[in-house]
Structures are given as structure tokens and as C-alpha cells.
């Protein structure tokens, strides 16, 4: 219904990234490497994690969803499956780790809450806009969004209902599971979006 600009999307989505990345050092990293004693298992849990995303992301980009979040209408160059399926999966890791930081303090977590809510605003601001230009229609776009919410709030439920009564040992591996996707996620996707958006300020 309205037209934001690049530059501002662009440099809000790198205040949200800015967030997210201290939100994983503090909430995720730091919390496993500390409960875990300095155990190597932190090590080896971000970088399977972040193969793991890596893995899918590659998949679902050679099958059309490598433009799935740009402004400029890219998606009508891929399919719609692989750009709804694209989507979802950059949902997923970061609904986990907010099911994940009720085993923390038996409370979600305010800071990463924060961070994803602005890293991600823009970033669905753009991908609807593209959608738009790309040729979506309104319910589409809509149903698009429904779906990615429904499986965000499921991810975010089995991030917490799985783990909650998980050895010590198995909550910090998922802890440093879960940030490798995320770190993957801003680097491959996120930063550079903000930085084509946002420019130097971005900085």
C-alpha cells in the first residue's frame, strides 16, 4: 500500500543484523561456551549448523529462490515454490532460537525477540514489494506471509517442546547449532542486501 525506500529498509535491516549478531554472541554462543565449560562440542555445533543452512539454502537457490528477498521484482526469474520455500527456511532457524531462549531463563528472550523483529521487517517489506512488481497478487503475497508465520510460531514451539528436558550436554549443542544457520543467514543474505540498500552508512 506504500512505497518505503531502499536506503531506509536498507539501513534499518543492517541495525537489525547489528542486533542479531550480538543477540547469537550473548544469547546463544556465549551461554553455550559458558553451561558447557569450554567443551570443543560449541565449536563443532555453530559450524554444523551453519552447514546445514548452507546446504539447504544452496538447494533451494539452484531451484529458483535466490532472489526470493530482493525489491527490485528478481522472483519472476525463479519459481514460486522454491522462492515460498526460501523464505521459510530464513524463518526457521531464528523461530528456534526463540523457542530455545525459554530454556535459558524460562522466559523469551527480550534482546533476540528485538533483533529479529528488525532484521526482519525490512527485509519482508522488500520481498513483498519485489513480489509485487514481479506480478503476485495481494493474496497471494498474504498467503505467502500466513505461511511462513504458522511455521515460524511451529518452529519456535519445537525449538522449546523438544529441548525442554534435554541434558545439559544436548542444550548446548542445540544452542550453537542453532547460531551457525543465523550467522550463515546474515552473511549470505541479510548484510549484503543492507549494505545494496543502506550503502557505506550501513557501516
Known amino acids: 500500500a506504500f ?6 529498509l536498507g539501513l534499518v535491516l543492517g541495525f ?4 542479531l549478531i550480538s543477540a547469537v554472541a550473548y544469547e546463544l554462543v556465549e551461554e553455550a561456551f559458558t553451561a558447557s565449560k569450554g567443551s570443543t562440542w560449541v565449536a563443532v555445533g555453530l559450524f554444523a549448523g551453519a552447514l546445514v543452512y548452507y546446504a539447504g539454502d544452496e538447494l533451494i537457490d539452484r531451484r529458483g529462490g535466490e532472489k526470493r528477498k530482493s525489491m527490485g ?9 522454491a522462492i515460498v520455500l526460501g523464505i521459510v527456511l530464513d524463518g526457521i532457524p531464528e523461530s528456534v532460537v526463540i523457542g530455545l531462549t525459554l ?5 523469551v528472550s527480550v534482546a533476540v525477540l528485538v533483533a529479529v523483529f528488525l532484521s526482519n521487517l525490512p ?14 497478487r495481494s493474496w497471494r503475497i498474504l498467503t505467502l506471509w500466513g505461511i511462513v508465520i504458522l511455521v515460524s510460531a511451529l518452529s519456535a514451539l519445537a525449538g522449546y517442546g523438544l529441548f525442554g528436558d534435554a541434558s545439559p550436554d544436548t542444550a548446548v549443542s542445540v544452542l550453537a547449532f542453532a547460531g551457525g544457520p543465523i550467522l550463515t543467514l ?3 543474505k541479510k548484510i549484503p542486501e543492507a549494505y545494496l540498500r543502506g550503502g557505506k552508512a550501513l557501516g
Open 3 to 8: 512505497r518505503v525506500s531502499g536506503r531506509l
Open 16 to 19: 537489525g543484523a547489528g542486533v
Open 73 to 81: 521484482g528478481e522472483q519472476e526469474e525463479g519459481t514460486a515454490l
Open 103 to 107: 530454556l535459558e531463563g524460562g522466559s
Open 123 to 136: 527485509e519482508a517489506i522488500g520481498a513483498t514489494s519485489g513480489l509485487a512488481v514481479a506480478g503476485w
Open 186 to 188: 546474515l552473511a549470505e
